[in-house]
């Protein structure tokens, strides 16, 4: 039977029945979930009581039940789920429920999630700054995995929160909890139910265990069987998520992770003079697919248009470059940008005439216009990133013997520069870089990575002469400078 609202919640559904363009009968749907699901309204109370709870609105965002602001503090629910002429008046309440307790667990685990990402920033910033002068790169692989999983946890405990709102709905409904009434109703609003092919009942997913009232346990730990169970059927599998309704969890939460990396790799940048070590990421190993997660939306910081790291899945040094595809209006230019200024003039770099590295590159460029799959712009675009790539590698790149055009495990052509400083007897070493997507990077890119490795080298050799001066010398006086 429907409870009496308590307090709190009374003074938020009020609210939002007072709110201007709601769907017709909206507030009194909200009402109707929260009292016949004693449940959701003790999580609600719970999540208000914490201040993470602050208002209910209506969403007219695409491919999403519902959403959780932090800023704000607003649980948002689709606009569609109160209107969907199709759903009765029980799954329609039976839906509210469920992305109410959802979102509601988002708010329970707000402030733990504004930790971890702060916790992701404040990590790759002091491998970057630790990196400044002593290292060409640093890999924020093992930074990023921890992020998302934690996203994983909070997502499956959410719709935990979420089930368990329903499970309670029915279990104060006449007649009491039914697990078959449970399955029956929840098979469409939750990947944890499967139904197989012919059956005439739904099934929990491996894993899920459900109490005498229908209820998950979790043991008050955030990391548990429970939630671990949940996070296999719901966030780990196939979803309808971003812009256009074509991604997984993990690319839905990409953006975020890049757009943070890049924001600090600009903001340790802007505090030194010395070369920033370049961004490692291993994007197959974080199973992220950088295009799904451009067309899900990437804020980057500032007035970037891109930003680019070495892509290092299955062992290899891709150079990729990730876009800013926020749908917000145009970032204003820096303020000390004179638009009138004249173009700089162009660049002394490595495929420059008398650079001391221009052999090498013109190396590369020899084998990648030699194989001829490629165009003239490609080739060049590949012969800059393959220097790039033996720069990052002191033991290819001071000993570099030749280049050649090898296939990778995939099957996908390799652009390998090699080594072998031991003669034919070896041991032999090599830089690999995946052809295809490196033929599609500028060169002035892969050029400016070298200028920059270059600088850094510098630096590095700058204070090993230096060290060496000041040390203890063996008969003569101590130098300083």
Not at 276 to 293: F, N, R, T
Not at 449 to 454: A, D, H, K, T
């Amino acid at each position: 039977m429907a409870e009496p609202l308590p307090p709190q919640l009374r003074t938020l559904v009020d609210e939002f029945a007072k709110q201007k363009g709601l769907p017709p009968n909206a507030a009194q749907d909200v009402e109707a979930s929260i009292a016949s699901s004693p449940y959701l309204a003790s999580v609600m109370v719970d999540a208000v009581n914490q201040k993470t709870l602050r208002r209910i609105g209506v969403s007219a965002e695409k491919h999403e039940g519902g959403h959780y602001d932090k800023e704000t503090g607003t649980i948002f629910v689709s606009a569609e789920t109160f209107t969907d002429k199709d759903a009765k008046l029980q799954t329609r309440i039976d839906n509210i429920t469920s992305t109410l307790g959802h979102e509601t667990g988002h708010a329970l685990t707000e402030k733990a999630r504004s930790a971890e990402i702060d916790r992701l920033s404040t990590a790759i910033e002091i491998k970057l700054t630790e990196g400044l002068g002593n290292a060409s790169k640093v890999d924020v692989t093992p930074e990023a995995r921890r992020y998302l999983d934690f996203t994983r946890n909070d997502e499956a405990l959410s719709e935990l929160i979420g089930m368990n709102s329903v499970a309670s709905r029915i279990a104060s409904q006449p007649g009491g909890y039914n697990e078959k009434e449970f399955l029956r109703r929840m098979d469409a609003s939750t990947g944890c139910i499967e139904r197989k092919e012919n059956a005439r009942h739904a099934e929990l997913a491996p894993g899920i265990k459900l109490s005498d009232h229908g209820f998950q346990f979790t043991g008050n730990r955030f990391k548990s069987p429970a939630v671990e169970a949940v996070a296999a059927c719901h966030y780990d599998q196939g979803a309808t998520l971003g812009r256009h309704g074509d991604s997984n969890y993990r690319n839905y939460y990409g953006p975020s992770v890049l757009a943070t990396i890049a924001s600090v790799h600009a903001d340790v940048a802007k505090g030194t003079t010395q070369a920033v070590p370049e961004a490692h990421i291993d994007l197959k190993g974080l199973k992220l697919d950088l295009a799904q997660i451009e067309r899900n939306g990437v804020d980057l910081p500032g007035t970037s248009k891109s930003f680019s790291f070495t892509d290092i899945s299955d062992g290899k040094l891709a150079w990729k470059t990730v876009n800013d595809t926020s749908t917000g209006g145009p970032k204003p230019a820096p303020k000390d940008v004179d638009i009138e200024a004249p173009a700089a003039p162009t660049a002394f770099r490595a495929d420059s005439a008398g650079h001391p590295d221009q052999p090498t590159f013109e190396m590369f460029h020899r084998a990648a216009q030699a194989d001829g799959r490629w165009t003239q712009t490609e080739a060049r675009n590949l012969a800059a990133a393959g220097l790039a790539a033996v720069k990052a590698d002191p033991t290819v790149g001071q000993n570099l013997s030749g280049v050649i055009i090898g296939k990778g495990a995939d099957g996908a052509p390799n652009l390998i520069g090699y080594a072998s400083p031991h003669g034919p007897a070896g041991p032999h070493h090599h830089v690999a870089v995946e052809a295809n997507g490196a033929a599609q990077i500028p060169a002035e890119k892969s050029l400016d990575r070298v200028e920059q490795l270059n600088q850094q080298q510098a630096q590095q050799q700058a204070q090993t002469q230096t060290q060496a001066m000041d040390g203890p010398s063996q008969g003569g006086p101590k130098m300083t400078l």
